[in-house]
């Protein structure tokens, strides 16, 4: 799976979006705005909403409820994580990133431009709040 690199401070959501829908981020953007979806809104990394109802309209099938995160080896095989989660006057907030295992080996793609490396193993700095199921197609 291609990293999708993301080109705004708050577009990491959108490129997961990419990431997964295998498109660019140009065109996932263009999608999020024709419905209403702006990587300037906060909600977008605050709020499931607008995320879930992108991978939707690429046909991406995802479970209903995110889930706590317990462990790197009990995630399934494909999912969208929340890290560097924090609160700001009441609101949460926090990065999108992609987890997916492959052959037993599992890496984590994050979209962050200020990264050298966006596919990581470094899974001890990451520390996820909780995760969104991604089924296969």
């Given at each position: 799976?291609?990293?999708?690199?993301?080109?705004?401070?708050?577009g990491?959501?959108?490129?997961c979006?990419?990431?997964?829908a295998?498109?660019?981020?140009a065109?996932?953007?263009?999608?999020?705005n024709?419905?209403?979806?702006?990587a300037?809104?906060r909600?977008l990394?605050?709020?499931?909403h607008?995320?879930r109802?992108?991978?939707?309209?690429y046909?991406?099938?995802?479970?209903?409820?995110?889930?706590?995160?317990?462990s790197?080896?009990?995630l399934?095989d494909k999912?969208?994580?929340?890290?560097r989660?924090?609160?700001?006057?009441?609101?949460?907030?926090?990065h999108w990133?992609v987890f997916?295992?492959?052959?037993g080996?599992?890496v984590?793609?994050?979209?962050?431009k200020y990264?050298?490396n966006?596919?990581?193993?470094?899974?001890?700095?990451?520390q996820?709040?909780w995760?969104i199921?991604?089924e296969?197609r």
């Amino acid at each position: 799976m291609k990293v999708v690199i993301q080109e705004e401070t708050t577009g990491c959501g959108l490129a997961c979006v990419a990431t997964l829908a295998n498109r660019s981020y140009a065109e996932v953007k263009a999608l999020a705005n024709r419905i209403g979806i702006f990587a300037e809104d906060r909600r977008l990394y605050s709020d499931t909403h607008y995320v879930r109802r992108l991978l939707t309209e690429y046909r991406i099938r995802i479970a209903e409820q995110e889930r706590p995160f317990t462990s790197w080896q009990t995630l399934p095989d494909k999912a969208l994580l929340s890290i560097r989660y924090h609160v700001e006057q009441g609101r949460p907030f926090w990065h999108w990133v992609v987890f997916v295992r492959e052959n037993g080996t599992s890496v984590v793609l994050d979209p962050a431009k200020y990264l050298s490396n966006h596919q990581r193993t470094d899974f001890d700095q990451m520390q996820p709040k909780w995760f969104i199921e991604i089924e296969d197609r």
